[in-house]
């Protein structure tokens, strides 16, 4: 059994990332216990070197870092706010990166992102994959779904015939990093 965390990187109730990380997490061929992160559910004070130092970090870092650290591998949709990662989740990186320096415990990572426009939330997904692959310990799968609200169906999931082999190719390469664990 494989625990698996998944994150939608968005603070939307509707946030179509958590969709697409929840399809792709439930598309791996393995048992699995999946673990749905809310980033609602670790709101924080906005980073700041000044309230780490007169405050501490702040326990959610630590409950949600612990989340981390517990599983067996991170399934993560990058939601994209004008170009870059949302405020709730950059803030929630922010505070688990000065805990330790291997941020994501060295777990297995797939990384994804979608957006109702043509580049999906590219952008963002490249920033992530080239910062998180730095001196990684595995290789970090990405894909990126464009148009969601047309290539997605919760039941038939991704639509597009093309697209659709893209991420069932990116799910292997994901599944083959999980059974060298
Ligand atoms: C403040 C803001 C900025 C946005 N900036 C971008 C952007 O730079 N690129 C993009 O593709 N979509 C952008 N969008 C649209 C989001 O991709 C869209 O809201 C998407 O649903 C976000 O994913 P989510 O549903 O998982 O939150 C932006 C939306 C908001 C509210």
Redesign the pocket.
């Known amino acids: 059994m494989k625990r698996i965390v998944v994150i939608?990187a968005?603070s939307?109730s509707?946030?179509?990332?958590?969709k697409l990380a929840n399809y792709a997490a439930k598309s791996i061929s393995f048992d699995t216990e999946i673990i749905d992160l809310n980033l609602n559910d670790f709101e924080m004070p906005i980073y700041s070197e000044d309230l780490q130092n007169s405050l501490g970090i702040p326990q959610k870092a630590f409950d949600f870092k612990r989340e981390i650290s517990e599983s067996d591998a991170l399934v993560l949709s990058l939601?994209?706010?004008?170009?870059s990662y949302?405020a709730a989740f950059k803030n929630i990186y922010d505070w688990i990166s000065v805990i330790e320096a291997d941020i994501w415990c060295s777990k297995p990572i797939l990384l994804l992102s979608t957006?109702?426009?043509v580049?999906g939330?590219k952008?963002v997904l490249e920033t992530a994959h080239s910062r998180f692959s730095r001196d990684y310990k595995y290789q970090i799968p990405y894909f990126s779904l464009p148009n969601f609200n047309k290539n997605f169906n919760i039941n038939e999931g991704i639509l597009d015939v093309r697209l659709n082999q893209d991420f069932q190719a990116v799910i292997i390469d994901f599944e083959n990093i999980l059974n060298e664990n």
């Open positions: 939608g968005s939307s509707k946030s179509i990332n958590r939601a994209e706010h004008n170009g949302t957006s109702n426009g580049r939330g952008t």
